[in-house]
Nanobody, 125 residues
């Protein structure tokens, strides 16, 4: 069982950058699909980006060209570099994991059974 803890959220202005981190413990994430999801108030939790065990990435359309997901299996961490932030990126961001050794990981919420507690990102115009 893996425990996930996010950090790095905050309040920034439109056009700024933030880097979110997710520290995993309890198991090595080497054979896990890892992903970032987000949830804005009153909305469904949605996928942002995913990364497979060997580094293959996938992004939601809203994240393409602005966000970069990465993982460090040696440090058991997951990161999300967010650039050119917009007010519509305001949400709680969640780190998620699924025990699936795959090059590419589907951005399907139900596939992920380990979740962090979330970190808030607020972008003002």
């Amino acid at each position: 069982q893996v425990v996930l803890v996010e950090s790095g959220g905050g309040s920034v202005q439109s056009g700024s950058s933030l880097r979110l981190s997710c520290a995993a413990s309890g198991d090595t994430i080497r054979t896990y699909c890892m992903a970032w999801f987000r949830q804005a108030p009153g909305k469904e939790r949605e996928a942002v980006a995913g990364i497979g065990s060997s580094g293959g990435t996938s992004y939601a359309d809203s994240a393409k060209g602005r966000f970069t997901i990465s993982r460090d299996n040696a440090k058991n961490t997951l990161s999300l570099q967010m650039d050119s932030l917009k007010p519509e990126d305001t949400a709680a961001y969640y780190c998620a994991a699924a025990h699936r050794d795959s090059r590419l990981c589907p951005l399907i919420k139900l596939m992920y059974n380990y979740w962090g507690q979330g970190t808030q990102v607020t972008v003002s115009s």
